[in-house]
C-alpha cells in the first residue's frame, strides 16, 4: 500500500510511495491547464492500490508535481520541473520531504518504511500544458547529461 508524502518546495506536489527499497521506477504525473497534482489524476491514484493483481505497481514510487497554471511561463515551470526532478531521480533527496522523514515513508499503521535506494527507470506522464512542460525541462536536462539520456 504506497502511503502519501507532501514535499518541502513544492507546494501541493506530493509522493505516492511504495515503502520498498527495492522500488526502481519513478513515475512522475506533470497535470495540464487548469488542472491539479491531485484531482487530474484521481482515478489514477485509487487505481494503483486497489488492483491486489498488479504486481508491478508495488515496486513503482509516484510522484505527482503541481504548478500554477495562470501564470504558466513554460521556461519557469520547466526550469522549477527540472528541480523538482534532481530532487526524486534517481535517488530522492531526503531533503524533498517534510522531516521527520529522513530515510523512511511512514506506513498506514505508523511503522516506518524504507525509501528506495535509487531509479533505475524515469516515467513521465504529462497532460497538455504537462506535456508541453515536461518537453522543455527533458531538453534542459538534456544539456546537463550530454547523451547520458535513453529514449
Known amino acids: 500500500m504506497h502511503c502519501k508524502r507532501g514535499t518541502t518546495d513544492f507546494p501541493n506536489s506530493y509522493a505516492l ?5 527495492d522500488a526502481r521506477t519513478a513515475v512522475l504525473f506533470v497535470h495540464g491547464f487548469a488542472g491539479n497534482a491531485y484531482s487530474t489524476w484521481l482515478d489514477f491514484q485509487g487505481m494503483i492500490d486497489g488492483r491486489e493483481e498488479e504486481e508491478y505497481w508495488k515496486r513503482v ?7 500554477q497554471t495562470t501564470s504558466a511561463n513554460i521556461l519557469v515551470q520547466a526550469d522549477r520541473l527540472r528541480k523538482f526532478l534532481q530532487s526524486s531521480f534517481p535517488r530522492p533527496d531526503i531533503d524533498l520531504f517534510p522531516h521527520p522523514l529522513v530515510a523512511s515513508a ?5 511503522t516506518l518504511l524504507p525509501l528506495t535506494s535509487g531509479y533505475d ?5 504529462g497532460h ?3 506535456g508541453v512542460i515536461i518537453r522543455q525541462a527533458v531538453l534542459e536536462l538534456a544539456s546537463v547529461f550530454q547523451g547520458q539520456l535513453k529514449f
Not at 510511495?17 to 527499497?21: A, K, P, Q
Not at 514510487?61 to 504548478?67: A, R, V
Open 17 to 21: 510511495l511504495s515503502g520498498r527499497e
Open 121 to 125: 527507470s524515469l516515467i513521465l506522464v
Open 106 to 110: 511512514v506506513g498506514l499503521n505508523g
Open 61 to 67: 514510487d509516484l510522484y505527482f508535481y503541481d504548478y
Open 128 to 130: 497538455s500544458l504537462g
